[in-house]
Protein backbone atom coordinates (compact mmCIF):
# COMPACT_ATOMS: atom_id res chain seq x y z
CA UNK A 1 0.00 0.00 0.00
CA UNK A 2 1.28 3.62 -1.02
CA UNK A 3 -0.27 7.11 -0.18
CA UNK A 4 1.48 9.77 -2.76
CA UNK A 5 1.33 13.11 -1.58
CA UNK A 6 2.11 15.94 -3.72
CA UNK A 7 1.47 18.87 -4.61
CA UNK A 8 3.25 21.28 -1.47
CA UNK A 9 5.36 24.34 -2.80
CA UNK A 10 6.08 27.68 -2.19
CA UNK A 11 3.11 30.27 -1.82
CA UNK A 12 2.97 33.53 -1.12
CA UNK A 13 0.30 34.62 2.06
CA UNK A 14 -3.31 34.35 0.56
CA UNK A 15 -2.70 32.57 -2.23
CA UNK A 16 -3.45 29.09 -2.80
CA UNK A 17 -2.93 25.33 -3.28
CA UNK A 18 -4.08 21.84 -3.40
CA UNK A 19 -2.56 19.07 -2.76
CA UNK A 20 -3.16 15.41 -3.83
CA UNK A 21 -2.89 12.22 -2.56
CA UNK A 22 -3.04 9.45 -4.30
CA UNK A 23 -3.18 5.62 -3.50
CA UNK A 24 -1.94 2.46 -4.81
CA UNK A 25 -3.01 -1.02 -3.64
CA UNK A 26 -5.68 0.89 -1.68
CA UNK A 27 -8.84 1.61 -2.88
CA UNK A 28 -10.07 5.40 -1.27
CA UNK A 29 -13.70 4.61 -1.26
CA UNK A 30 -13.43 1.89 0.89
CA UNK A 31 -11.25 4.08 3.58
CA UNK A 32 -11.55 6.98 5.52
CA UNK A 33 -9.23 9.13 4.77
CA UNK A 34 -7.36 12.51 6.40
CA UNK A 35 -4.74 15.16 6.43
CA UNK A 36 -2.02 16.08 9.04
CA UNK A 37 0.47 18.37 9.18
CA UNK A 38 3.68 19.11 10.98
CA UNK A 39 5.15 22.65 11.29
CA UNK A 40 8.90 22.58 12.01
CA UNK A 41 9.26 22.06 15.54
CA UNK A 42 6.44 21.18 16.16
CA UNK A 43 3.71 17.83 16.42
CA UNK A 44 1.79 16.94 13.78
CA UNK A 45 -1.58 17.62 14.17
CA UNK A 46 -4.80 16.72 12.14
CA UNK A 47 -6.20 18.98 9.52
CA UNK A 48 -9.21 17.37 7.53
CA UNK A 49 -10.86 13.87 7.11
CA UNK A 50 -13.61 12.71 5.17
CA UNK A 51 -15.53 9.59 5.19
CA UNK A 52 -15.27 6.74 3.38
CA UNK A 53 -18.75 7.19 1.81
CA UNK A 54 -17.54 10.96 1.35
CA UNK A 55 -20.37 12.13 2.87
CA UNK A 56 -19.22 13.72 5.99
CA UNK A 57 -15.82 15.70 6.33
CA UNK A 58 -14.64 17.67 9.51
CA UNK A 59 -11.93 20.36 9.78
CA UNK A 60 -9.27 21.30 12.69
CA UNK A 61 -10.61 25.31 13.59
CA UNK A 62 -7.38 26.54 12.46
CA UNK A 63 -8.28 25.63 8.54
CA UNK A 64 -12.57 25.74 8.73
CA UNK A 65 -13.55 27.82 5.96
CA UNK A 66 -10.10 28.09 4.18
CA UNK A 67 -9.37 24.79 3.63
CA UNK A 68 -11.71 21.78 1.49
CA UNK A 69 -10.99 18.06 1.30
CA UNK A 70 -12.41 15.78 -0.96
CA UNK A 71 -11.86 12.85 -2.61
CA UNK A 72 -12.07 11.42 -6.54
CA UNK A 73 -12.57 7.49 -6.44
CA UNK A 74 -12.34 7.30 -9.99
CA UNK A 75 -8.68 8.74 -9.61
CA UNK A 76 -8.36 7.05 -6.58
CA UNK A 77 -7.15 10.55 -4.95
CA UNK A 78 -7.87 12.70 -2.28
CA UNK A 79 -7.45 16.36 -2.15
CA UNK A 80 -6.63 19.34 -0.22
CA UNK A 81 -7.65 22.40 -1.62
CA UNK A 82 -6.58 24.96 0.63
CA UNK A 83 -6.64 29.07 0.40
CA UNK A 84 -5.75 32.64 1.96
CA UNK A 85 -2.77 30.75 3.22
CA UNK A 86 -0.90 32.33 5.52
CA UNK A 87 2.64 31.82 7.12
CA UNK A 88 1.02 29.96 10.32
CA UNK A 89 0.21 27.08 7.56
CA UNK A 90 3.75 26.48 6.78
CA UNK A 91 4.52 22.59 7.87
CA UNK A 92 4.82 19.12 5.85
CA UNK A 93 1.27 18.13 4.94
CA UNK A 94 0.64 14.13 5.01
CA UNK A 95 -2.40 12.09 3.72
CA UNK A 96 -3.34 9.01 5.92
CA UNK A 97 -6.30 6.16 5.43
CA UNK A 98 -7.64 4.19 8.00
CA UNK A 99 -10.57 1.17 7.83
CA UNK A 100 -12.10 2.15 11.13
CA UNK A 101 -13.02 5.38 12.59
CA UNK A 102 -12.67 4.10 15.60
CA UNK A 103 -9.11 3.00 15.31
CA UNK A 104 -5.72 5.00 14.00
CA UNK A 105 -5.01 5.50 10.90
CA UNK A 106 -3.33 2.44 9.24
CA UNK A 107 -1.38 3.75 6.45
CA UNK A 108 0.43 7.23 5.59
CA UNK A 109 1.96 9.21 3.20
CA UNK A 110 5.60 10.52 2.91
CA UNK A 111 4.28 14.39 3.43
CA UNK A 112 4.70 16.94 1.04
CA UNK A 113 6.10 20.31 2.31
CA UNK A 114 4.30 23.66 2.48
CA UNK A 115 5.86 27.02 2.59
CA UNK A 116 3.83 29.98 3.13
CA UNK A 117 6.23 33.51 2.67
CA UNK A 118 4.72 36.32 4.45
Known amino acids: VQLQASGGGLVQAGGSLRLSCAAS????????MGWFRQAPGKERDFVAS????????NYAEAVKGRFTISRDNAKNTMYLQMSSLSPEDTAVYYC????????????WGQGTLVTVSS
Open 96 to 107: AARRRLSAGYDY
Open 25 to 32: ELTVSNYH
Open 50 to 57: ITGSGGST
